[in-house]
Each structure stands twice: as C-alpha cells, then as structure tokens.
C-alpha cells in the first residue's frame, strides 16, 4: 500500500489552475523526483500535500487516511515533514534550536510541568537535545561543535539547507518532502547532498518526494519520476523513460513543430 | 565652503585640519533648535523651580544647556573601526564645538528677543512669557543675552568636545563624577531615606532646598570620580565570571549575585519611608504586567496593545469577590480565596481574547486588541455592567491581603513590598522556566517565521492560546494585588495609556530578557513615573509623556534592542556583526568544512 497518495488533486488560484487533477503515490522506502518546467505547480502540489493550501478538490491519503483540509502541523506530526524552495529557518535561533524545534511535535510536557520542571520534563528536554544533536551529527562535522550554538542566519547557503533538512528529520516524519533541496548549491556540494538524500533511505529509512532542476541529481537518487505541467502529470516512469518521453521534451524545449511550420 | 571638499574623504568621515562649516551650522542650528524648544514648551520654566547644585545650577538650565553640551559631544565622536587607529583629538574639535555652542546661543537669544517683543502669543504657547525672557537671559536683559548665551554655550560645548584630551580613564572618571552628582542630587528622597540612621550625611549633601550643596556636590564628585578613576580597569570580575565559558563558574557567580540582590531587596523597604515603598510597589505592579507582556509579546512575537484588560480582569475579580460593598452579589471571599478564581477568570480572559484574533497578524492583531482592550474598559464603566461592577462608582472597600494575622493593605507599605516582589519573583521564574522549554522555543520558532513554525509541527493556535493565557494569568497577579492595595478599583486606572506605557517598558527595558524588563520598569516607573504615580523625579509630571517619547525615539536609534536586551534580540538587531564575529570564531582547529573547503565555507 502507497504510504502517500493523491487522487485527483486540485488546487486554483483564482482563475490559474496550478493542479489539475494529480494522481500520485509512493511506496514507502522509495524516492520519487517531481520534475516540471517552472510555474508547473510542483512546489504547489507540496503545499497542499503539506496542508498550508487546502486543496479544492481531490484527496491526499497518508497511510491510507485522508489528511486533506488538516492544518500543517497535525499533518507534520501525522508523519510528512517538508523543507521549503527558499530556505526558511528561523534565523535567530540557534543551529541546535532550530533543530530542537523540530523535535516539538513528538514530545508532550506542557505548561505546568515546563514551570515545575518535573523529572520527565527534565528527561524529555534532555532527549530532544540528544536527538538533535544526533541528526546534526548526520551531516558530518559540518553543524557541530561550535556551531551548534550560532545562530542560524551565519550559516552559508549550502548548511542553512543542510539545516532545514535536519530540522524536517527532527520531526521523525515517514515522508520527507524536499523542495530543490540542491537549488543554490556549487556542483560539489550537489554531488554530497545526492549522496545524502540516499543515504536518508538507507540509514534512517524515509520515503522521500523530492523536487530537483538538476537532472544529475534526478538521475542519480530517483527510483521513479513524475512530470508535471501546467499542473497536470504528463508523464511518469524511470528516469530514463521520462528523459525520452516526447511531452516531456516538449514541455522542456517546446514544440519542434512549431519550427517546422515557421521555416 | 570650500574647505569642506577635500578633506572629507577620510575614513573617519571627520575632518581633521579643518572647519566643516556646513555640519558645524547644521549641528548649531540644532542646538539652538533644542534650546528654544526646551523653553518654548516650558521645561525652562517648570524645571527651573527645581535646583540641582544649590544655589548655581537649576535642572532647567541643566537641561537647557544640554543641547550646546550633546552639540560639542558630536564632533569628538570616532567611528571605531577593527584595525584602524581612530584620529586623534585636536583642537580644530574644540573649535568647531565653540562654534556651534556660539550659533546655538545667538539663537537662542534671538528667540528671547522675539518673544520680548511681541509678548501677545500666550494663547498659543502658554510659556510665552516675559518669565521666559527673565529667564533665558539669565535676568540679564534682552542685550546682553546675545553675549552671554553664546558665551556660556561655547564654553559648555567646548569643554564637552575638550574631554577628547583627557585619557580615556580620566574623561570616564569624569563623566562618573558628574553624573554621581545629578543623581545625588535628584533622588535626594532616597538618600535621605537611606541615612535615616546617619543624620550627617544628609544634613552635609543637602540644602533646604533639596538641592545638593556645593560642598556637597565636590564631595560626591571626588568620591564617585576617584572610585572610577582607581576601580581595577578592564571587564569587572564579576561581569567576567558571570559570563564564564566554565559552567560551574559562572552557575556559583549566579548564585552568589541573586542572594546578594536578594539580601539587598529584603533590607530595602526598611531603610524606606512611606513614599518610596509605595513607589516600589508602583514598579513592581508595573514590572509585573511588563513581565507578562513580554511572555506574549518578547517571547510569542504577538502584538498586544490591550494588554490593560488582564490587570483590569485581575482588579474587578479581585474586587467584586471580596469587597462587602459589591453590588448584587458579595461573597466576601478573603484574598487568598479569591486569588485562585481571579487567575482562572483571568486565564479565561486571555482565552477569549485570544481566540478571535488567532487568525492575526502584526498591525492587525495591535489594532484588534487595542480595541479589546478599551471595550474590556468600556464595558467596565458602563451603567448595563454597573449592578455588578458598579460603573462609574466603582468597587471599595477591598479588603487587604490577610497574612499571619495581619493585613496587607495601603496602611502596610513595606509588607505590600514584599507581597510584590514575591509575586514579581513568582511571575519571573514562570516566564524564565517557560522561555527555556519545549513550549519557549516553540514561540520563538513562531516570532520568527508563524507559517514555518506551523509547517515544522508546531501548533500555533495552541501557542498563542498559550502566550496570551500565561499572560493574562501574569497580569492578574498584579490586577489582583493592586486591588488589594488601593482598596478601591475605578476603571480610569485601566486607561489605554496603561497598556502603551507597559509596552514601552518592555521595548526600552529589552524585548524577551526578564532583567530587561524589571530594570526597564524600574528606569520608567521608578525614575519617570507611571501614567498617574509619580517617580523619583516628581519634576517631570507633565513631561513624563515626552520623556517617553524622547527616551523611546533615542533607543530606537540607539539601542533598538533594550537597555539589557536578550541574546537572541541583539543577534537579530546585530546580524552583520554577529555574522562578521562568527566569521573570525571559526576555529582553526576545528575540522572538516573550514580546513577541506577553506574558499567555499563563507562563514
């Protein structure tokens, strides 16, 4: 059973009509790349997926319940964690906060307990720092040490998304959304997130949907590829089926009819 | 003119060799500016009745004579930059400040001779006067003010650029002294009331009139001068241990700090007389609502400018439950009975408050509560309410705080002190504990970014809920005790005035860090004075709002962050500095990023 599906998603922004009826699923443990021309609604289609637009018709199932028209965070502490195409961390906090943050959804002490300072409010702190501190320690010695209490607008390009990345994974999702998790980046840095967003199947076991420009990457981490444009799937298949698909070409490059009838 | 061209390229952007003629105009006309302001409003008047150093210097002219003062300060200003040696002082400084202080003068002479002659404005600015004219020309007459007031404004301005040639030590020992003796001489009730035991000292430092004497003023001067001038130099040892890198240090130095304050605020009320306790209670009933809008607004982000309802909820609560004098309905519950169902009526409060305006942000969310809080006000005054409340007779007759076997009320000012300072204290551990847990940093997370904290499985509706309960349940202590206190509760102490004032503490003291807040409900309440409780300097009264407004716009400009701002707000308000700081941190022993991919790694 797909551990994420859409069944005929729709979403409109007055009279654009950025989804059109997407039908998508994954499996869990696999990493499917959405690809698409810009405008072509994929970073729409993770907005409603991630509950911060309510679709206008169609449904988002997750493990086989519907999520759609719940608000971002039960759908987060449901299980779909998601970075954002234009890095949002919350600059003033620290490298460590920021992932402490994300630990929020899976842990409990409220109000009274935070004042009083109880035994298993202590414990619990004492977790989210251990468990932050272990997912920065996923990527490398790049946010450790003494970077772990810097705040985060210090951080270069490349460790603010390495940054998201831990914070989306301190909410212990199923499902890691990416949104052009490599757009910024210098080619060597695109080659090591690759190897990290395989290396996030295989050690920490998430299913992944990523959106990526860079077809290296597409190629190099998607175990499938979905097409869309104009918000509307056009194709889907292995890298290599979709890479020779004709409509793919065309939404890419246009129509090479068109140049016939001009010439 | 034209010796403003070449030279001002330097680094500095101050020349060093020559007159800018252009700045130095511009800087005198706003001396002058300043000087005429200060009288026009009446401030030359009114503080001239209060003296500073008896019989030589009135807080009038001091204030007067502060704009040729801050002129000539501005000329000996250097731009301190990392590897560069700043220029030197030279006389040209002086100069230039003379000048300024002599346009500032003429000007202000001017506006003399102006109001001398047509005196028939009064309708228009009340301190149009041929006081004034008295007054600005030292009772010298319209003529000589054109040579006196320049004179004396050149020199001021000349001797504050002059200190440029002191050592840096020698110039701070100065400005200590100086102050030492102003502030001597302003919180006169405070020294007085300290001495109580040591008659001499008062009777040395003081003249009838309040004022310090000149041997007086000397002695201070030495004293706090010569304690600055030999205090051992560089970062004091308890600043430095305070800020530790060793845990273990720094949570010792903690500790011993808070039980000396501690010591220091048991013994306090009782070398205070009547006056001052209560004005200690005033900051405290106002340091608490501050503390309680800095949960919602310093850590929540939320902006709430009807803030004054909570402490109205708390008050009325406390008031209709207790007071025999209730109309329709008097339970007469003691203090301690009520107080349980105030902070649940007040958590109450803050849900209904919060609700509607969930959806919120920013100027919308000020202008909404801002009306909330005035409806709350409305609602409290109005005859459909007043069988209960008692509109615009309000309640009396409150009972005091019944404590072992005596009662806390307006007759016990040192007991209601430290009633209060328990509830401050009680009010700052809850915000200090919830800052640094799971539901603190949540808030942070949404004060930086409320669609992200959402996204990231932060429940931002159960947040603000949050912010806005443990808010209202804070100013409810203060409602609670103030009700207590007064004994009687009308709504004009729940004026929108109230709500502003308590967010400019919050701003001036430092937005999200507790000491900012107490010290800046102690600055505001304690110095200036509260809406309707006169401070330390009872001179202000009808300047308070304008001290307000010149001490907000001065820390906006100056130290957006607060007079002791929270770490986290100074790095926001600093983040090119902070990025440059954190740049230089980069250990070189630290591996991987900086040593594999030194180009790459910008910081």
Same mark, same amino acid.
């Given at each position: 059973m797909p551990i994420l599906e859409t069944k005929g998603l729709e979403k409109a922004f007055g009279g654009v009509r950025a989804i059109q009826g997407v039908d998508f699923s994954i499996e869990p443990g696999e990493i499917v790349s959405i690809i698409g021309p810009n405008g072509a609604g994929k970073t729409s289609f993770f907005n409603v997926v991630s509950g911060i637009f309510n679709p206008d018709g169609g449904q988002v199932l997750f493990d086989g319940l519907d999520i759609s028209g719940h608000t971002p965070s039960q759908i987060t502490t449901a299980g779909i964690a998601r970075t954002f195409q234009n890095v949002r961390l919350f600059p003033n906090m620290t490298v460590l906060e920021n992932v402490m943050v994300g630990q929020h959804c899976r842990t409990s002490s409220g109000v009274f307990k935070s004042i009083l300072r109880t035994p298993s409010q202590k414990r619990e702190e004492a977790e989210i720092e251990e468990n932050a501190k272990d997912i920065l320690a996923f990527f490398g010695s790049r946010l450790i040490g003494y970077r772990l209490d810097q705040p985060a607008f210090v951080l270069s390009y490349a460790n603010r998304r390495r940054l998201e990345i831990a914070r989306a994974m301190a909410t212990e999702p199923q499902v890691l959304l990416l949104d052009e998790p490599t757009a910024g980046m210098n080619p060597q840095e695109t080659v090591e997130l690759t190897e990290l967003i395989g290396r996030l199947r295989s050690e920490r076991a998430f299913t992944i949907v990523i959106i990526e420009h860079d077809m290296r990457v597409v190629q190099g981490v998607s175990d499938r590829v979905v097409v869309l444009d104009h918000g509307v799937k056009i194709a889907e298949g292995s890298y290599g089926e979709v890479s020779t698909n004709e409509d793919v070409i065309e939404a890419y490059l246009g129509r090479p009819a068109d140049l016939e009838g001009a010439s | 003119m034209t010796a403003t061209v070449a030279p001002a390229a330097t680094p500095t952007g101050t020349t060093g060799s020559t007159v800018d003629l252009a700045r130095v105009i511009?800087?005198?006309?706003?001396? !002058?500016?300043?000087?005429?302001y200060v009288s026009v409003i009446g401030l030359l008047a009114t503080f001239n009745r209060r003296l500073v150093i008896d019989p030589w210097l009135s807080l009038g002219y001091l204030v007067l004579f502060a704009a040729p003062m801050f002129g000539g300060l501005q000329f000996i200003k250097r731009e301190k930059l990392e590897g560069l040696e700043p220029e030197p002082a030279s006389i040209n400084d002086v100069v230039q400040a003379a000048i300024v202080g002599v346009i500032g003068g003429l000007i202000a002479a001017l506006f003399a001779t102006i109001v001398n002659t047509f005196p028939d404005v009064r309708s228009v600015f009340p301190n149009w006067s041929p006081e004034l004219v008295e007054l600005l020309t030292l009772g010298l007459g319209v003529g000589p003010a054109f040579l006196v007031l320049p004179a004396i404004s050149a020199v001021v301005a000349a001797a504050a650029a002059?200190?440029?040639?002191?050592?840096?030590?020698?110039?701070?020992?100065?400005?200590?002294?100086?102050?030492?003796?102003?502030? $001597?001489?302003?919180?006169?009730?405070?020294?007085?009331?300290?001495?109580?035991?040591?008659?001499?000292?008062p009777d040395f430092l003081?003249?009838?009139?309040?004022? #310090? !004497?000149?041997?007086?003023? #000397?002695?201070?001067?030495?004293?706090?001068?010569?304690?600055?001038?030999?205090?051992?130099?560089?970062?004091?040892?308890?600043?430095?241990?305070?800020?530790?890198?060793?845990?273990?240090v720094r949570r010792r130095s903690t500790i011993i700090t808070a039980v000396i304050v501690g010591v220091a605020m048991i013994a306090l009320p009782r070398f205070l007389g009547g006056i001052l306790n209560e004005l200690l209670v005033n900051v405290g009933f106002f340091a608490l609502m501050a503390l309680g809008l800095n949960v919602v607004i310093g850590y929540a982000g939320l902006l709430d400018l009807g803030y004054v309802a909570f402490f109205a909820v708390g008050a009325y609560t406390t008031g209709v439950l207790t007071s025999p004098l209730s109309p329709t309905w008097d339970p007469m519950l003691t203090w301690w009975q009520a107080f349980p169902i105030v902070?649940?009526?007040?958590?109450?409060?803050?849900?209904?408050?919060?609700?509607?305006v969930l959806r919120m942000r920013g100027d919308y969310l000020a202008i909404v509560t801002l009306g909330f809080g005035e409806i709350v006000r409305i609602l409290l005054l109005s005859d459909w309410l007043a069988p209960y409340f008692g509109g615009a007779q309000g309640l009396r007759n409150i009972p005091g705080i019944p404590i072992f076997g005596t009662t806390v009320n307006v007759n016990t000012p040192q007991l209601m002190v430290y009633m209060v300072m328990a509830f $401050?204290?009680?009010?700052?551990? #809850?915000?200090?504990?919830?800052?640094?847990?799971? #539901?603190?940093?949540?808030w942070a997370a949404m004060r930086e970014d409320e669609d992200v904290a959402e996204a990231v499985g932060v429940d931002t509706v159960k947040a603000k809920l949050t912010a806005f309960i443990t808010g209202a349940v804070i100013a409810s202590f203060a409602g609670a005790l103030f009700a207590a206190k007064v004994g009687s509760v009308f709504t004009n102490s729940f004026e929108i005035l109230v709500s502003i004032v308590i967010l400019v503490i919050v701003i001036v003291g430092g937005m999200g860090n507790i000491p900012g807040v107490l010290v800046g409900a102690v600055v505001l309440i304690g110095i200036l004075g509260g809406p309707a409780q006169p401070g330390l300097l009872q001179e202000f009264g009808e300047y308070k709002l304008l001290a307000y407004g010149a001490l907000l716009v001065f820390m906006m400009l100056k130290r957006p962050e607060g007079l002791v701002p929270s770490k986290r707000r100074q790095r926001e308000l600093h983040q090119d500095e902070f990025s440059q700081d954190a740049w230089l941190d980069?250990?070189?022993?630290?591996?991987?990023?900086? $040593?594999?991919?030194?180009?790459?790694?910008?910081?």
């Amino acid at each position: 059973m797909p551990i994420l599906e859409t069944k005929g998603l729709e979403k409109a922004f007055g009279g654009v009509r950025a989804i059109q009826g997407v039908d998508f699923s994954i499996e869990p443990g696999e990493i499917v790349s959405i690809i698409g021309p810009n405008g072509a609604g994929k970073t729409s289609f993770f907005n409603v997926v991630s509950g911060i637009f309510n679709p206008d018709g169609g449904q988002v199932l997750f493990d086989g319940l519907d999520i759609s028209g719940h608000t971002p965070s039960q759908i987060t502490t449901a299980g779909i964690a998601r970075t954002f195409q234009n890095v949002r961390l919350f600059p003033n906090m620290t490298v460590l906060e920021n992932v402490m943050v994300g630990q929020h959804c899976r842990t409990s002490s409220g109000v009274f307990k935070s004042i009083l300072r109880t035994p298993s409010q202590k414990r619990e702190e004492a977790e989210i720092e251990e468990n932050a501190k272990d997912i920065l320690a996923f990527f490398g010695s790049r946010l450790i040490g003494y970077r772990l209490d810097q705040p985060a607008f210090v951080l270069s390009y490349a460790n603010r998304r390495r940054l998201e990345i831990a914070r989306a994974m301190a909410t212990e999702p199923q499902v890691l959304l990416l949104d052009e998790p490599t757009a910024g980046m210098n080619p060597q840095e695109t080659v090591e997130l690759t190897e990290l967003i395989g290396r996030l199947r295989s050690e920490r076991a998430f299913t992944i949907v990523i959106i990526e420009h860079d077809m290296r990457v597409v190629q190099g981490v998607s175990d499938r590829v979905v097409v869309l444009d104009h918000g509307v799937k056009i194709a889907e298949g292995s890298y290599g089926e979709v890479s020779t698909n004709e409509d793919v070409i065309e939404a890419y490059l246009g129509r090479p009819a068109d140049l016939e009838g001009a010439s | 003119m034209t010796a403003t061209v070449a030279p001002a390229a330097t680094p500095t952007g101050t020349t060093g060799s020559t007159v800018d003629l252009a700045r130095v105009i511009r800087v005198g006309t706003l001396v !002058g500016v300043g000087m005429v302001y200060v009288s026009v409003i009446g401030l030359l008047a009114t503080f001239n009745r209060r003296l500073v150093i008896d019989p030589w210097l009135s807080l009038g002219y001091l204030v007067l004579f502060a704009a040729p003062m801050f002129g000539g300060l501005q000329f000996i200003k250097r731009e301190k930059l990392e590897g560069l040696e700043p220029e030197p002082a030279s006389i040209n400084d002086v100069v230039q400040a003379a000048i300024v202080g002599v346009i500032g003068g003429l000007i202000a002479a001017l506006f003399a001779t102006i109001v001398n002659t047509f005196p028939d404005v009064r309708s228009v600015f009340p301190n149009w006067s041929p006081e004034l004219v008295e007054l600005l020309t030292l009772g010298l007459g319209v003529g000589p003010a054109f040579l006196v007031l320049p004179a004396i404004s050149a020199v001021v301005a000349a001797a504050a650029a002059g200190t440029s040639f002191l050592p840096e030590r020698m110039r701070k020992a100065l400005v200590v002294g100086l102050l030492a003796v102003v502030a $001597v001489s302003l919180f006169q009730p405070v020294v007085d009331d300290f001495f109580d035991w040591l008659e001499v000292v008062p009777d040395f430092l003081y003249t009838p009139t309040r004022a #310090i !004497g000149v041997p007086g003023a #000397i002695a201070v001067f030495v004293l706090a001068a010569g304690l600055s001038y030999f205090r051992p130099r560089g970062k004091n040892g308890l600043t430095r241990r305070l800020g530790s890198e060793d845990e273990s240090v720094r949570r010792r130095s903690t500790i011993i700090t808070a039980v000396i304050v501690g010591v220091a605020m048991i013994a306090l009320p009782r070398f205070l007389g009547g006056i001052l306790n209560e004005l200690l209670v005033n900051v405290g009933f106002f340091a608490l609502m501050a503390l309680g809008l800095n949960v919602v607004i310093g850590y929540a982000g939320l902006l709430d400018l009807g803030y004054v309802a909570f402490f109205a909820v708390g008050a009325y609560t406390t008031g209709v439950l207790t007071s025999p004098l209730s109309p329709t309905w008097d339970p007469m519950l003691t203090w301690w009975q009520a107080f349980p169902i105030v902070l649940a009526m007040a958590a109450l409060a803050g849900l209904f408050v919060g609700t509607p305006v969930l959806r919120m942000r920013g100027d919308y969310l000020a202008i909404v509560t801002l009306g909330f809080g005035e409806i709350v006000r409305i609602l409290l005054l109005s005859d459909w309410l007043a069988p209960y409340f008692g509109g615009a007779q309000g309640l009396r007759n409150i009972p005091g705080i019944p404590i072992f076997g005596t009662t806390v009320n307006v007759n016990t000012p040192q007991l209601m002190v430290y009633m209060v300072m328990a509830f $401050v204290l009680i009010a700052a551990f #809850i915000s200090w504990r919830l800052e640094n847990s799971r #539901i603190g940093r949540a808030w942070a997370a949404m004060r930086e970014d409320e669609d992200v904290a959402e996204a990231v499985g932060v429940d931002t509706v159960k947040a603000k809920l949050t912010a806005f309960i443990t808010g209202a349940v804070i100013a409810s202590f203060a409602g609670a005790l103030f009700a207590a206190k007064v004994g009687s509760v009308f709504t004009n102490s729940f004026e929108i005035l109230v709500s502003i004032v308590i967010l400019v503490i919050v701003i001036v003291g430092g937005m999200g860090n507790i000491p900012g807040v107490l010290v800046g409900a102690v600055v505001l309440i304690g110095i200036l004075g509260g809406p309707a409780q006169p401070g330390l300097l009872q001179e202000f009264g009808e300047y308070k709002l304008l001290a307000y407004g010149a001490l907000l716009v001065f820390m906006m400009l100056k130290r957006p962050e607060g007079l002791v701002p929270s770490k986290r707000r100074q790095r926001e308000l600093h983040q090119d500095e902070f990025s440059q700081d954190a740049w230089l941190d980069r250990t070189p022993s630290a591996p991987g990023p900086s $040593v594999a991919e030194p180009g790459r790694e910008t910081f």
